[in-house]
């Protein structure tokens, strides 16, 4: 486990997303890269874009940078915690932006151009019925010719992770996420950011969500009206006719011009779990 790497002086577990600072310190690096790749994807496949909504939208890292392109931006949370921050930081920046406390799972807006989620944060949805429910939603958001842009990990197992250095102003920190364990349909994480300076603290989360598969980014969306178009193996990546059986893959799906009638769901056994953590 990650506070393995921590000395007990240091040491705090406590919810990451609860201190939406340190959230944001932990992912501080440049958002340029990631946002030009979406709005290569949203002018790509769906033309003209100009309303654009982010489903688990953290802290806004992206969506802030996409509001300051002149874009109409709207971000959805289910944190208290991290649309206060959100709406702060914008307010001190003068950046036009609306962020909304609501369940990614379960939401109703209209009118979109162009939808996305990063970093993974689906899985955080917990289970296969609430990611159809999530899928549904976005395809009520978007209108029609609209494009939802999904950044994803699938067939996470034990042994992934990455760690990485982030540093703003005077504050240094190291982060470190790991799967703890996995099953067919469900893993555990843990992130922990170390702070160094300018005082030692170290915030860790630990949580449980979907063990994403390659049908859960192409199959499933089907149900929901989105037709899935292409897979990339992470942010300019590699595209691919197919999403991988495991790694990151970002899917892009369509809701079509005129929308097909849904089809009814049918589950495969032992879909089911819990809400867990989620990437931002």
Known sequence: MLNAYFSPQTFRSMSLYSRPEVYDLAFSWDPEPEVSFYLHLFERYAGEVRRVLELGCGTCRLLLEMAKRGLECVGLDISREMVGYSRKVAARRGVSLTVILGDMANFDLRGFDAAFSALNTVAGLGTRERLLSHYRSVARALRP??????DAGVGLTVGDREEWEVKRGRVRASVRWA?????PTEVEEEIAVHIHSPSEEVVAERGRGMR???EDLSDLPRLAGLEPVTWFSGIWGREFPRPPERGRCVAVLKRPPSDPPMVPPSWPAGSTGRRGLSGR
């Open 212 to 214: 994403l598969s390659p």
């Open 179 to 183: 799967v703890l364990s996995s099953s």
């Open 145 to 150: 010719g609209g494009v939802y842009v999904v």
